[in-house]
Nanobody, 122 residues
Framework: QVQLVESKGGLVQAGGSLRLSCAAS????????LGWFRQAPGKEREFVGT????????FHADSVKGRFTISRNNAENTVYLQMNSLKPEDTAVYYC???????????????WGQGTQVTVSS
């Protein structure tokens, strides 16, 4: 079982930047993928990005590509989501999650963090 704890989000103005972190603990195997999802009020949970725990670059949703970057620090067992050029439509609760393979489907992620609120003001 993998335990995930996200850092506190926050309030940022449109065009600004914010970095989220996700501290992972427990049994994390090299083939695991750590991902980020988000859910805005009244909307379904949306895939943001994912990265293999052992190597390679991140895979990002088209809606955030070029603005958001997922990365990891294995020495610190932490995954990051760097968010730049934020827009009001990026406002959501952001979740960190772990899966045993590459996937963008939330149902395939077996472990989840508690979520953290990100609010982008216009």
């Amino acid at each position: 079982q993998v335990q995930l704890v996200e850092s506190k989000g926050g309030l940022v103005q449109a065009g600004g930047s914010l970095r989220l972190s996700c501290a992972a603990s427990g049994r994390i195997f090299s083939n695991y993928y750590l991902g980020w999802f988000r859910q805005a009020p009244g909307k379904e949970r949306e895939f943001v990005g994912t990265i293999n725990w052992s190597g390679g670059s991140g895979f990002h949703a088209d809606s955030v590509k070029g603005r958001f970057t997922i990365s990891r620090n294995n020495a610190e067992n932490t995954v990051y989501l760097q968010m730049n050029s934020l827009k009001p439509e990026d406002t959501a609760v952001y979740y960190c999650a772990a899966a045993r393979r590459f996937t963008v489907q939330s149902a395939d992620f077996g472990s989840w963090g508690q979520g953290t609120q990100v609010t982008v003001s216009s």
